[in-house]
């Protein structure tokens, strides 16, 4: 089965500073791949998601943006970070495949300060 | 309209006893349902899924889960809780449109020793 991995595990970063986090898969070719955001524990929100390298649908405007340089390797970026960026960021990626199934990275802490 | 429902945000169970964990759904056509399990600060981890077969889905962890198709609902079960059961956990289907998975926002599950 896929692994994801991403990192960092936690950043603290100040305000209107730029923000990188990657992510990377292995088990797979071709990945279907995920950008979430946790808010306070509870509710998924899907960010961004790619079907393939340079494809990428944003689901809601944001001040982040997301890129997929490799086949396996999505990364999610600012310029400029706001307050309102803190949050715990989930990567995931899924095989092609109708029924396939999402799996999960550990997550990124992210705190703006 | 495509949706998920999780009607509790908390469920408490005494160790030992069978634990009920409800989900329901609405999409048009068949259900792609996946239950799945997060840990304080960790990713989500795949529980199990139903995509046909079998109404009573067996999972990771001794959980199942049972597919009711008058009720819309897939309920997660564990016939004895154990205090490691404690977790945040979540609901998804598949939606009609893009595939993309719709999800639950979430019930937090405490088991007291």
């Known amino acids: 089965s896929q692994t994801i991995h991403q990192w960092p595990a936690t950043l603290v970063q100040p305000v209107g500073s730029p923000l990188s986090l990657e992510c990377t898969v292995e088990g797979t070719s071709n990945p279907n791949l995920y950008w979430y955001r946790q808010a306070a524990g509870r509710g998924l929100q899907l960010l961004f998601y790619s079907v393939g390298i340079g494809q990428i649908s944003s689901e809601v405007p944001q001040n982040l943006s997301a890129s997929r340089p490799q086949d396996r390797q999505f990364i999610l970026s600012s310029k400029k970070l706001l307050l309102s960026d803190s949050g715990f960021y989930l990567c995931?990626?899924?095989?092609?495949?109708?029924?396939?199934?999402?799996?999960f990275g550990e997550g990124s802490w992210l705190t703006v300060v | 309209a495509q949706s998920v429902a999780q009607p509790e945000d908390q469920v408490n169970v005494a160790e030992g006893n069978p634990l009920t964990v409800k989900c329901t759904y609405s999409?048009?056509?068949?259900?792609?349902l996946f239950w799945y399990v997060q840990y304080p600060n960790r990713g989500l981890q795949f529980l199990l899924k139903y995509i046909t077969g079998d109404n009573l889905v067996k999972g990771s962890y001794g959980f199942e889960a049972e597919f009711n198709k008058s009720q819309t609902s897939f309920h997660l079960k564990k016939p004895s809780a154990l205090v490691s059961d404690s977790a945040l956990y979540f609901c998804a289907v598949r939606g009609d449109s893009n595939y993309q998975l719709i999800w639950g926002a979430g019930t937090k599950l405490i088991i007291k020793p």
């Open positions: 995931a990626g899924k095989t092609v495949g109708q029924t396939n199934t999402i799996y």
């Open positions: 999409v048009s056509g068949n259900p792609y």
